[in-house]
């Protein structure tokens, strides 16, 4: 049983419970999963409007160089197979932290913002995610404890976010930029994860409810619990760390084999370098075994994590476990992902056993719903 007591909460969580909230434990925080609309409402409002998620207790991290040394962006290629060197001042990139072993630390978002970078980690990885950072010399590693995060997510997030900044508008996906609202230094990107255009932005605390609010006052705006969040980037095909990669699971296995350039791969001019390489790039160079997939099941009733899988509709070993599994509101079917073996083709037929029943199961591409990010 969670202690409640030992619960972090947001500079949002009055305004939750306000709006009538289903608060609940999630990686040490108290949060909202759902609102009066409920999660269909909330997921099939992101995709038509605008949809208004806290996501301040995800980690938001400066990490500096120091005077002399080498630039921060160098030292941190140190820890993560991302280009960050080539990362231009004013852009974002996704990245991975990853083990000796080759598996997934944790994935996070790098941004350049000139003179530093800012980072935004998993919430349920963050401490471990800092002292990571802390482990690098030459660069000063500050976490941001005075700043909340919003996300704004939906076609119609533009033009509502436009309305109290208009700079946002100018913005390109994965962009970053500093904007000023009412006096407060917002620090927005272009970028969330639901697959819809939208915006990342972190403020400052004691401006975050005055900021929600204001959106609020929109009528395309509405809260978003992390029910939503979950189903919104599923369809969007997007892995969920502790889900649908760990410790145990490697970059190409994740799928995630795309976050890692040319130039950090063999080959490349600035190739490995960071925990686990030989492994992680080998793998890459040679192909996974077994590679996260999308699933669509038959019928309606959704398969859920930690579903096994089967090749056959008797008998045999498992060839895997749902990692990922729900019911996809925009697509109208259940959707589900898992890690299977690579020689499975799309439109392969498996089983799924349910209560000692197995039902069959398409392999199918992700994303489920095709992206509508403003390039």
């Not at 160098?74 to 990245?95: K, S």
């Not at 969330?192 to 990342?200: I, P, R, S, V």
């Not at 001019?269 to 999308?294: H, M, Q, T």
């Not at 089967?310 to 509101?329: D, K, L, R, Y």
Request: aromatic share 6%; glycine share 12%.
């Amino acid at each position: 049983m969670t202690d409640q007591s030992a619960l972090r909460r947001t500079p949002l969580y009055d305004l939750h419970v306000a709006q009538g909230a289903r608060m609940v434990p999630f990686a040490g925080w108290e949060m909202p999963v759902q609102y009066p609309l409920g999660v269909m409402g909330e997921h099939l409002h992101t995709r038509a409007k605008a949809g208004l998620f806290d996501v301040s207790h995800m980690g938001q991290v400066l990490v500096r160089g120091t005077p002399g040394g080498a630039p921060a962006s160098e030292i941190l290629e140190t820890l993560v197979p991302a280009d960050v060197i080539g990362l231009a001042e004013g852009r974002q990139r996704y990245g991975l932290f990853t083990s000796e072993d080759g598996g997934v630390l944790d994935d996070l978002m790098i941004a350049n913002k000139g003179d530093h970078l800012f980072l935004v980690v998993n919430a349920g990885c963050a401490d471990q995610d800092i002292a990571h950072l802390q482990t690098l010399d030459g660069v000063a590693v500050e976490v941001v404890s005075d700043r909340a995060l919003l996300a704004l997510q939906g076609p119609e997030a533009e033009a509502v976010l436009a309305r109290l900044v208009p700079g946002a508008a100018d913005m390109r996906f994965m962009d970053v930029a500093e904007l000023d609202w009412d006096g407060a230094t917002l620090w927005v990107s272009r970028s969330g994860y639901t697959g819809e255009d939208g915006f990342e932005i972190s403020v400052p605390s004691d401006r975050a409810v005055e900021l929600a609010e204001a959106l609020l006052a929109d009528e395309a705006v509405a809260l978003i619990g992390l029910g939503a969040r979950d189903s919104l980037r599923l369809e969007a095909g997007m892995p969920l760390y502790g889900h649908d990669m760990d410790l145990n699971t490697t970059p190409a296995a994740a799928g995630l084999g795309w976050s890692i350039p040319k130039a950090r791969r063999t080959g490349g001019p600035r190739a490995g370098g960071f925990p686990g390489a030989d492994k992680v790039l080998a793998e890459i160079a040679e192909g996974a075994k077994a590679i996260r997939r999308g699933l669509r099941p038959e019928g309606r009733a959704p398969i859920r994590e930690g579903v096994p899988l089967f090749a056959a509709e008797t008998g045999g070993e498992s060839i895997g476990t749902v990692q990922s599994g729900g019911f996809g509101p925009t697509v109208g079917a259940p959707i589900a992902s898992a890690i299977l073996p690579a020689d499975l083709a799309d439109g392969t037929t498996i089983y799924a056993e349910l209560r000692g029943k197995r039902v069959p199961v398409t392999i199918a591409p992700m994303p489920f719903v095709k992206p509508s990010y403003k390039r």
